[in-house]
Nanobody
Framework: QVQLVESGGGLVQAGGSLKLSCAAS??????????MAWYRQAPGKQRELVAT???????NYADSVKGRFTISRDSAKNTMYLQMNSLKPEDTAIYYC???????WGQGTQVTVSS
């Protein structure tokens, strides 16, 4: 089993930046050998996929964040990151990290972007 804990959320003005972290513990082999993902859920909306990163570092992004967000992972630290630049009010959501293959989720971290 893997436990995931997000951090780094907060309140930021439009155009600003935040860096989210997702720290993994437990069965670290599962974390390091599988694709990881960031999702987000805005008030009144369905949870949506933001970005994914494979075990070898391959990445994919939702069109809405492409060019502004960067997903990365550090296997030595058992941590995944989401660097968010040029933030917009529509990026306001709870951000969750996820290990999709085993359906492990973190508790989420709130990101609020003011206009």
């Amino acid at each position: 089993q893997v436990q995931l804990v997000e951090s780094g959320g907060g309140l930021v003005q439009a155009g600003g930046s935040l860096k989210l972290s997702c720290a993994a513990s437990g069965n670290i082999f599962i974390f390091s050998s599988n694709t990881m993902a960031w999702y987000r859920q805005a008030p009144g909306k369905q949870r949506e996929l933001v970005a994914t990163i494979t075990s070898s570092g391959g990445t994919n992004y939702a069109d809405s964040v492409k060019g502004r967000f960067t997903i990365s992972r550090d296997s030595a630290k058992n941590t995944m990151y989401l660097q968010m630049n040029s933030l917009k009010p529509e990026d306001t959501a709870i951000y969750y990290c996820c290990l999709p293959r085993y359906v492990y989720w973190g508790q989420g971290t709130q990101v609020t972007v003011s206009s």
